[in-house]
């Protein structure tokens, strides 16, 4: 009965990581067909084969985005400091423990956006613009970025995938000058939040089924495109493309890495970013439940 037990539970995960990236993908296309995102156009010509998937959180950016979200908010009086230190001490276990608490992600699920029940979409957006420029602009890594803007210099589109609410993704990747980001959509109805997320989090497995799930719509050859990440956990997005790249990475991804002959970058070491070696990369390709769990404690 166990067994059968556990079959059913990895299936229904199985299938809220699936929803959770088709609705991602279907976000982000629709984005960018409303002009909400508005890539530079190429010095090269366009190559619309291929592409670069970029993680956020320790990859793109100094540190956990829906933090920085989370303390704007916080300074905004939409929950207590109280509610933010919690969410302080998630992220404490997640560095000690070197990895999301599965259980936490899964207990929080449908708790993740909670706070922002009620609110429009207009209004959390309007504050996301005003966060990244207070807290988030200056936590860019410049070797990171200089990674994506040689994808774009090859004519290659890039995106950002990250656990991070969609809209704010959205503007991180409109403000770096990127195509478009995947990120974790929450449930609306009339430009309100419901407080509920479309199937999951945009986290481990889900982030790969929102890669395919883009590369289908957009016409991308998953062989020719190249993703970026920090962290163990995003080995089925990295897996799912021709060529990975390891990002100042965790113990456990620099590990994978290693073993499967992935490139690794670490812009971690204050040593000034250095010359990207266009050939290495381009060559096959030419924190989110801690958050949840934190900002879950003003429901109790």
Same mark, same amino acid.
């Given at each position: 009965?166990?067994?059968?037990?556990?079959?059913?539970?990895?299936?229904?995960?199985?299938?809220?990581?699936?929803?959770?990236?088709?609705?991602?993908?279907?976000?982000?296309?629709?984005?960018?067909?409303?002009?909400?995102?508005?890539?530079?156009?190429?010095?090269?010509?366009?190559?619309?084969?291929?592409?670069?998937?970029?993680?956020?959180?320790? *990859?793109?950016?100094?540190?956990?985005?829906?933090?920085?979200?989370?303390?704007?908010?916080?300074?905004?009086?939409?929950?207590?400091?109280?509610?933010?230190?919690?969410?302080?001490?998630?992220?404490?276990?997640?560095?000690?423990?070197?990895?999301?608490?599965?259980?936490?992600?899964?207990?929080?699920?449908?708790? !993740?956006?909670?706070?922002?029940?009620?609110? *429009?979409?207009?209004?959390?957006?309007?504050?996301?613009?005003?966060?990244?420029?207070?807290?988030?602009?200056?936590?860019?890594?410049?070797?990171?970025?200089?990674?994506?803007?040689?994808?774009?210099?090859?004519?290659?589109?890039?995106?950002?995938? *990250?656990?991070?609410?969609?809209?704010?993704?959205?503007?991180?990747?409109?403000?770096?000058?990127?195509?478009?980001?995947?990120?974790?959509?929450?449930?609306?109805?009339?430009?309100?939040?419901?407080?509920?997320?479309?199937?999951?989090?945009?986290?481990?497995?889900?982030?790969?089924?929102?890669?395919?799930?883009?590369?289908?719509?957009?016409?991308?050859?998953?062989?020719?495109? *190249? !993703?970026?990440?920090?962290?163990?956990?995003?080995?089925?997005?990295?897996?799912?493309?021709?060529?990975?790249?390891?990002?100042?990475?965790?113990?456990?991804?620099?590990?994978?890495?290693?073993?499967?002959?992935?490139?690794?970058?670490?812009?971690?070491?204050?040593?000034?970013?250095?010359?990207?070696?266009?050939?290495?990369?381009?060559?096959?390709?030419?924190?989110?439940?801690?958050?949840?769990?934190?900002?879950?404690?003003?429901?109790?």
């Amino acid at each position: 009965m166990s067994s059968w037990r556990g079959k059913d539970k990895s299936q229904e995960l199985e299938r809220l990581a699936t929803l959770a990236g088709e609705a991602s993908a279907d976000a982000a296309v629709a984005m960018e067909a409303a002009g909400l995102a508005l890539p530079p156009t190429p010095p090269a010509p366009p190559d619309l084969t291929a592409a670069a998937f970029f993680d956020v959180d320790n *990859t793109m950016m100094m540190g956990a985005s829906i933090f920085y979200f989370a303390r704007g908010l916080a300074a905004r009086k939409f929950f207590t400091t109280a509610d933010l230190a919690g969410f302080m001490w998630q992220q404490v276990k997640f560095r000690v423990g070197g990895r999301e608490n599965k259980e936490d992600i899964k207990t929080h699920r449908e708790q !993740a956006l909670s706070f922002v029940a009620g609110r *429009t979409v207009a209004e959390l957006t309007e504050i996301s613009e005003e966060i990244y420029d207070e807290l988030m602009a200056d936590k860019i890594w410049s070797g990171t970025r200089a990674l994506a803007q040689m994808h774009l210099d090859a004519g290659q589109r890039v995106w950002l995938v *990250t656990a991070t609410p969609i809209e704010l993704a959205a503007i991180i990747s409109r403000r770096l000058g990127l195509t478009g980001a995947l990120g974790t959509v929450a449930e609306t109805e009339n430009g309100v939040y419901t407080g509920r997320l479309v199937g999951d989090l945009l986290h481990g497995r889900a982030k790969a089924h929102a890669v395919r799930a883009l590369a289908s719509r957009e016409g991308l050859n998953l062989r020719r495109c *190249t !993703a970026y990440s920090d962290s163990q956990n995003d080995v089925p997005m990295l897996s799912a493309v021709g060529t990975a790249v390891a990002v100042n990475p965790d113990a456990g991804l620099r590990d994978v890495a290693r073993a499967r002959g992935w490139e690794i970058r670490d812009f971690r070491t204050g040593r000034k970013a250095a010359k990207i070696g266009v050939p290495s990369v381009l060559g096959a390709g030419a924190l989110a439940g801690a958050v949840a769990a934190g900002l879950a404690y003003r429901r109790r």
